[in-house]
């Protein structure tokens, strides 16, 4: 099994529970910046550890738990600290509130369109086509013939 220990500037420290072998582990990075760690092992009924020993990379910590003996090794690799928010700033909800009300607008009133198009023609005429979303509301324009239907064979040139 592996665990990962940040210590990301000197003086950083971490520490390590075992429960399976009644220990802990306390490991500090130096504060004269070398790549060696402090290392104190917790065990047993004994409150204050053993004195702190200096270890350089790789770093082997033999773990005596009464019934067996546990090896660990530390192997000191970059490491990067992240912090993430879960949640999006609080300003977000007032533009969300916004989109929200305009988004039930347009389903209790759903959007149309209708397009007026005047074309010149020849001989001095103008061709004037309506287009709408809705066959409703070609109906209210007055003055114009019924809507055309699409013809049912391709016309001739």
């Given at each position: 099994?592996s665990?990962?220990?940040?210590?990301?500037s000197?003086g950083s420290?971490?520490?390590?529970?075992?429960p399976?072998?009644a220990?802990?582990?306390r490991?500090v990075?130096?504060?004269?910046?070398?790549?060696?760690?402090?290392?104190e092992?917790?065990?047993?009924?004994?409150?204050?550890p053993?004195?702190?020993?200096r270890?350089a990379p790789?770093?082997p910590?033999?773990?005596?738990?009464g019934?067996?003996?546990?090896?660990?090794?530390?192997?000191?690799l970059p490491g990067?600290?992240?912090n993430?928010r879960?949640?999006?700033g609080?300003?977000?909800?007032?533009?969300a509130?916004?989109?929200?009300f305009?988004?039930?607008?347009?389903?209790?009133?759903p959007p149309?369109f209708?397009v007026?198009e005047?074309?010149p023609?020849?001989?001095?005429?103008a061709?004037v086509?309506?287009?709408?979303?809705d066959?409703?509301?070609?109906?209210?324009?007055?003055g114009?013939?019924?809507?055309a239907?699409p013809?049912?064979?391709?016309?001739?040139?």
């Amino acid at each position: 099994a592996s665990a990962g220990l940040i210590l990301p500037s000197p003086g950083s420290e971490e520490s390590l529970l075992l429960p399976d072998l009644a220990a802990g582990l306390r490991v500090v990075r130096p504060a004269d910046g070398t790549e060696s760690c402090i290392v104190e092992v917790y065990s047993g009924v004994g409150v204050a550890p053993p004195q702190p020993q200096r270890r350089a990379p790789p770093i082997p910590q033999e773990i005596d738990g009464g019934d067996r003996t546990v090896l660990l090794e530390f192997i000191p690799l970059p490491g990067l600290r992240v912090n993430v928010r879960h949640m999006p700033g609080l300003w977000l909800i007032w533009p969300a509130a916004v989109l929200i009300f305009a988004g039930i607008a347009g389903y209790v009133q759903p959007p149309a369109f209708a397009v007026l198009e005047i074309a010149p023609w020849p001989r001095r005429r103008a061709v004037v086509s309506v287009q709408a979303s809705d066959r409703r509301d070609l109906n209210r324009l007055p003055g114009l013939a019924a809507p055309a239907e699409p013809p049912s064979r391709p016309l001739a040139e």
